[in-house]
Nanobody, 124 residues
Framework: VQLQASGGGLVQAGDSLSLSCAAS????????MGWFRQAPGKEREFVSA???????TYAASVKGRFTISRENAKNTVYLQMNSLKPEDTAVYFC???????????????????WGQGTLVTVSS
């Protein structure tokens, strides 16, 4: 499976941005999908996940501001980011969750396939 993340850019604090993750080779509806991010000098961290049944989960730092969704017809997963903060600056990655894992979806080790990442920069 291949994942193509897009939609990153430079925005100001308080602005919104929508990221897309287009998948090929696998149907996103058949897997849980996740978004992670990695800021310079920091480890990759969980942002959000969407289960096959449509349940979503978020990191505490983005809950209430970010929304994950899926459009099966386009085989695409989205991350709508509102009220962006400078600390949201990072490279954002989408990933396919390995079906053999039954964890919390928050560990990067549970994901089998990763996109190349898209850079989000939020200026203050």
């Amino acid at each position: 499976v291949q994942l193509q993340a897009s939609g990153g850019g430079l925005v100001q604090a308080g602005d919104s941005l929508s990221l897309s993750c287009a998948a090929s080779g696998r149907a996103v509806s058949s897997y849980a999908m996740g978004w992670f991010r990695q800021a310079p000098g920091k480890e990759r961290e969980f942002v959000s996940a969407l289960t096959r049944s449509g349940l979503s989960t978020y990191a505490a730092s983005v809950k209430g501001r970010f929304t994950i969704s899926r459009e099966n017809a386009k085989n695409t997963v989205y991350l709508q980011m509102n009220s962006l903060k400078p600390e949201d600056t990072a490279v954002y990655f989408c990933a396919v969750h390995g079906p053999r894992y039954t964890g919390t979806y928050a560990s990067a080790r549970e994901y089998d396939y990763w996109g190349q990442g898209t850079l989000v920069t939020v200026s203050s």
